[in-house]
Nanobody, 116 residues
Framework: QVQLVESGGGLVQPGGSLRLSCAAS????????MSWYRQAPGKDRELVAG????????EYTDSVKGRFTISRDNAKNTVYLQMNSLKPEDTAAYYC?????????WGQGTQVTVSS
């Protein structure tokens, strides 16, 4: 079965960095686009970044452009989110997501808290 397992979240001070990882299994990883979403308390889940199956095309929500970088290692079935210059407003649960035909799959999420 499809599994997405996020890791790498934690507490970081403003201006700090974190790298999130999402290990995927149960499907042909290099045939699927991947994305990161986040959800802050009381807010809707929002797209943060996406990457095409081969990694050639990426997209970012405006608020993270220039600070976050999405990448993938198809040999390791893993997608990453490098987050730099973190701000308190980046505090949220971060989720890995993929779509296979008409089905959408989510990981369990990893919490990122940016606070001094």
């Amino acid at each position: 079965q499809v599994q997405l397992v996020e890791s790498g979240g934690g507490l970081v001070q403003p201006g700090g960095s974190l790298r999130l990882s999402c290990a995927a299994s149960g499907f042909i990883f290099d045939r699927n686009a991947m994305s990161w979403y986040r959800q802050a308390p009381g807010k809707d889940r929002e797209l943060v970044a996406g990457i095409s199956s081969a990694g050639r095309i990426t997209e970012y929500t405006d608020s993270v452009k220039g600070r976050f970088t999405i990448s993938r290692d198809n040999a390791k079935n893993t997608v990453y989110l490098q987050m730099n210059s973190l701000k308190p407003e980046d505090t949220a649960a971060y989720y890995c997501r993929t779509r296979i035909i008409e089905d959408i799959y989510w990981g369990q999420g990893t919490q990122v808290t940016v606070s001094s």
